[in-house]
């Protein structure tokens, strides 16, 4: 298996830039999560879907975010307008259910996408 | 709320010398606990559990409800743990996992 596939490894746009970030999850997981990592805020929980529907999107920091789960095999994060403050790295997650009394599945990260956006 | 606090951004240590890192948290439940890590140009992954009560790479770590902390800790570090560590907490059954801001581990040889 080839874990957790994310696209494109980096991304370099222009403010005001539509910017597209795919993911791959391992299958047969049924959690996928969306993190943003930054020097300042850590690893920022965005958004995670169970079963390819939105379960909390509390994270996504504006509207300008948004997150679509069409399969089980694929998900997207689009930030519509992109901005300099959207810099960051974006990574994508995904775990089994949980196992009950065995406690909750870890979750195995993808590479990452680093955005810069100028 | 949850919430997952890790106080030291950067933390120096020389070879050999006994290393913990603080952690910790804030759940009205019974959390999960995890240690994740990221070396350098490597995916983040999972270092240890508390439930699985294990030491991995001569890591432990022990959640003390009392304290609300659960602090890694390895007796004698190597340069090789050189990385960035995350705390992380989930509750529930959601598989949901809160991240603390991470600590980066620096051992000089």
């Known amino acids: 298996d080839a874990g957790v596939i994310q696209s494109p490894r980096h991304e370099v746009t222009e403010m005001g830039q539509e910017v597209t970030l795919r993911c791959k999850p391992i299958s047969g997981h049924d959690y996928l999560f969306w993190y943003r990592q930054t020097m300042m805020r850590g690893l920022e929980l965005l958004i995670y879907?169970?079963?390819?529907?939105?379960?909390?999107d509390s994270g996504m920091p504006e509207d300008r975010f948004s997150a679509k789960m069409p399969n089980a095999s694929f998900s997207t994060l689009k930030i519509q307008p992109s901005e300099p403050r959207d810099s960051a790295v974006y990574f994508c997650?995904?775990?089994?259910?949980?196992?009950?009394?065995?406690?909750?599945?870890?979750?195995?990260f993808g590479n990452g996408t680093r955005l810069t956006v100028t | 709320a949850q919430r997952v606090t890790q106080p030291e951004k950067l933390l120096s240590v020389f070879k050999g010398a006994p290393v913990e890192l603080k952690c910790n948290y804030s759940?009205?439940?019974?959390?999960?606990l995890f240690w994740y890590v990221q070396y350098s140009r490597q995916r983040l992954q999972l270092l240890l559990r508390h439930i699985s009560r294990e030491s991995i790479k001569g890591f432990t770590a022990d959640l003390n409800k009392g304290e609300t902390s659960f602090h890694l800790k390895k007796p004698f570090a190597q340069e090789e743990d050189s990385a960035m560590y995350y705390c992380a907490l989930s509750g529930g059954a959601t598989n949901k996992l809160i991240f603390g801001t991470g600590t980066l581990l620096a051992v000089q040889p």
């Open positions: 759940y009205s439940g019974s959390p999960e």
């Open positions: 879907f169970n079963n390819n529907v939105p379960i909390d």
């Open positions: 997650a995904s775990s089994r259910p949980t196992a009950g009394r065995m406690g909750n599945s870890p979750l195995h």
